[in-house]
């Protein structure tokens, strides 16, 4: 009754907006206009909303006050008459009488959300609305999503929006919004539709449509559903090695479904704990709250809960990122042991004591050998046994078979080919790197296929591969890599039989081409093929990309730039040097570029670079660092006058010379234009550069250890050297230290760095 007089009181009151009373003058009557307001008076005068007027008077709750409170705040998506048509008729029911009051009221209530939304404020994800849960009371959720208009959960569409009344807004839709349950939810949001399709898989033996169905108040309702999303399932796939769903048997997709889901709780987020276990249809997973929400399945396997809280009317939905798995029976060891094909890698595993790692809680990825594999690894090896084998050994040929974390066979072929580290340690004490290819099956190092990937452990993942992987040494890495062919023609055409010598204890640090490097390398030289190069040239410029020791990408980053030996040889038959400069990646006399750091060997490190680096000469030294840019600027100067030598051509001839150069810095020609007055190179005649010039140039290869205590006498003129103080002095006393940049070796002399112009 109460609700019937609200609605005459709104009805008069907007019947007084249309008259307007005719009086005489006399007549001093008017009529006060009042403009419609609140949410429930503005659906009033609104014909197309009649129909949402009346379910209001209908309806429990006195939901016309409701929406007539000026002091309320609310967004309502206002169904029209023809919306209500359909949904009667979809319901069969005749009129808005024969729907249920407490159903007719939660429906309405499901358009109601509080707080002004407008539809600019509206974006895509979960709402609530002012409807309520049977069993726990919370507020059922509504899907918004924005991507092309307003929709809602899927079903309705914004028509009309942001009508603006005193105490919210209307939006006008064009569909009933019904009362979601767990699977409306489902399939309202497509980064759900892989559950789905888990869901509604024909082959299942457990109706999961029908069950997620259930009103709530019905057995097995309410629900608690923790729902993985799409990338969550492709994850999966990947884990598994599968390429969709249906690789999957139905026991195992039934058994993780059931991990999913808690029949007769409706169980939000503020009611777990940590250490909180979950008996769902599945069996027993942990809940913890600390940190983040997250589950726990039996595996170990954690799954961070995303979205809590996405209420349905038979149940509540957590949206997770990790599909939990049913427990998998046996850690590696124990799964090699249950093997009979791996008998002698348990052997092998016992014997260097690694059973207890194999054991541990510490994922792994395990490339296991047959036993064929084994046996073949003895005979080429001229083991009579396991038990011939040195311990040490047999212990780091096992851990190149074990990669630290799970990576499945799918994670392999989704990279196609690089480099992962095993266990065993390499040169430098480091971790030895191995080369994966998936070109042609899944293989490792090129000699170990996998014959059977994939098997699944508590600890980790298992792949039996056919052959034991070796322990590599740079060679090995070389051959194994289609990207070092190249390389690996280059050392079998070169003088000194470079791949016995590289195949050696070393220690080596190998700066590899890549193959377009060498096709590169040869048309700068206008070689047709490798077979073209002299075999001698060929071996000193290999030589000049080894460089003795192990040196990481980390060194070299640390030392900014510096100078190398390789094993090239220069002038005077003296170690090569290389310039290293990290200021713009890691980059090698200027011109070759590592393009893959720290292949690790048992003998060495590999980069691998994008140019063959040629023999250096002077100029390479003097044009690669930036701290002797200002003496190439003064030879190229020299060069415009009438210069006793062509020194640009000069220092770039590898047969010429050879000479030995004393390199002044940037920094010591600033000293000089300071001293002569002069503000730039320019303002010094080319001729008495020239005769500068020669004073830093002395024939032969003179190392500094080479350096006497006397007359050095240079193509300028006689200087005097200190070599216990490291000092030149030039007939006028000028002394100029030597710094510690000495015995540049260059395929034409050798240069020294020094801190002042000598004249």
Do not use: W
């Not at 395990?366 to 690894?377: G, I, Q, R, S």
């Not at 095993?422 to 170990?448: H, K, L, Q, R």
């Not at 193959?515 to 700068?524: C, E, H, I, P, Q």
């Amino acid at each position: 009754m109460k609700t019937l007089t609200a609605l005459k009181r709104i009805t008069v009151l907007f019947l007084a907006t249309v008259f307007v009373l005719s009086c005489s003058d006399d007549d001093e009557i008017k009529v006060v206009e009042k403009a419609p307001e609140t949410i429930t008076e503005l659906a009033v005068v609104t014909p197309e909303l009649s129909t949402l007027v009346e379910a209001l008077l209908v309806a429990d709750g006195n939901l016309a006050a409701v929406l007539d409170n000026p002091s309320a705040s609310l967004t309502v998506f206002a169904p029209t008459n023809d919306a209500f048509a359909r949904f009667l008729a979809a319901n069969n029911f005749a009129s808005l009488d024969d729907v249920p009051k407490p159903v007719l009221t939660q429906v309405l209530l499901n358009h109601v959300m509080s707080g002004e939304n407008v539809s600019g404020s509206l974006s895509t994800g979960y709402g609530k609305t002012l409807a309520t849960e049977a069993s726990s009371g919370a507020n059922l959720s509504i899907f918004i999503n924005t991507a092309g208009g307003v929709m809602l959960n899927n079903t309705s569409s914004v028509t009309m929006p942001d009508i603006d009344a005193t105490n919210g807004v209307i939006h006008i839709v064009d569909e009933v919004i019904g009362l979601p349950s767990i699977l409306d939810f489902a399939t309202t949001n497509d980064d759900f539709s892989i559950l789905v399709q888990a869901l509604t898989r024909s082959d299942l033996t457990f109706d999961y449509v029908s069950a997620l169905s259930t009103p709530s108040g019905s057995d097995p309702a309410p629900f608690t559903i923790f729902a993985p999303t799409n990338e969550a399932f492709v994850n999966l796939l990947g884990e598994l090695g599968a390429s969709g769903l249906s690789d999957i048997d139905e026991p195992t997709l039934k058994a993780t479904l059931d991990l999913h889901a808690v029949a007769g709780a409706n169980v939000v987020s503020s009611a777990l704990t940590d250490n909180m276990m979950v008996g769902t249809l599945g069996g027993n997973i942990t809940a913890n709250v600390s940190g983040g929400a997250t589950l726990t399945d039996a595996n170990g396997r954690v799954s961070n809960i995303q979205v809590v809280d996405v209420q349905a009317t038979n149940g509540v939905i957590h949206v997770i990122d990790k599909v939990v798995l049913p427990y998998t029976d046996g850690t590696i060891a124990a799964k090699v042991s249950s093997n009979a094909n791996l008998s002698s890698l348990l052997a092998a595993v016992q014997a260097a004591g690694l059973v207890d790692v194999l054991n541990g809680a510490t994922e792994y990825t395990v490339l296991a050998p047959t036993n064929e594999a084994f046996a073949a690894f003895l005979a080429d090896n001229n083991f009579a046994d396991l038990g011939s084998v040195p311990t040490d050994v047999l212990t780091q040929v096992l851990l190149n078979h074990v990669i630290t974390g799970t990576v499945m066979s799918g994670d392999l072929v989704a990279g196609g080919s690089g480099y992962a580290n095993t266990n065993a340690t390499g040169a430098g004490d480091m971790p030895m790197s191995i080369f994966y290819d998936t070109s042609n099956g899944v293989m490792f190092n090129n000699s170990a296929m996998v014959s059977s990937a994939d098997l699944a452990a508590t600890n980790g993942v298992i792949h039996i591969v056919d052959k034991v992987i070796g322990l590599p040494s740079v060679v090995d890495h070389a051959l194994a890599n289609p990207s070092f062919s190249n390389l690996v023609a280059a050392l079998g055409a070169a003088d000194g039989d470079l791949v016995s010598v590289l195949s050696g204890n070393g220690p080596f640090t190998v700066l590899a081409p890549v193959n377009d490097g060498f096709t590169s390398f040869l048309a700068d030289n206008n070689f047709a093929s490798l077979g073209d190069v002299p075999t001698d040239a060929l071996s000193q410029v290999l030589l000049n990309h080894v460089i003795g020791g192990t040196t990481f990408s980390t060194d070299l980053v640390s030392a900014g730039s510096g100078y190398s030996s390789t094993s090239a040889t220069g002038a005077g038959d003296k170690p090569m040097s290389i310039y290293f400069n990290t200021s713009n990646g890691v980059q090698f006399n200027g011109v070759s570029t590592v393009a893959l750091p720290d292949v690790v060997a048992a003998n060495g490190v590999i980069h691998a670079v994008d140019k063959v680096i040629g023999l250096p000469t002077i100029a390479t030294f003097a044009t690669s660092n930036p701290a002797l840019s200002i003496l190439v600027e003064t030879l190229a100067y020299a060069d415009t006058g009438m210069p006793t030598v062509p020194y640009i051509t000069t220092v770039s001839d590898a047969a010429a010379g050879p000479f030995t150069v004393f390199a002044p810095t940037n920094g010591a020609f600033g000293n000089l234009l300071t001293d002569l007055g002069a503000s730039a190179l320019t303002d010094i005649p080319t001729g008495t550069v020239d005769s500068v010039l020669l004073m830093h140039i002395v024939s032969g290869n003179i190392q500094s250890d080479g350096l006497p205590n006397g007359t050095v006498s240079t193509l300028g003129g006689d200087i005097t050297a200190d070599n216990t103080n490291f000092t030149l002095t030039n007939s006028n006393g000028t002394s100029n230290i030597v710094t510690s940049l000495v015995d540049i070796q260059a395929a034409n002399g050798v240069v020294h760095v020094i801190d002042r112009v000598i004249r």
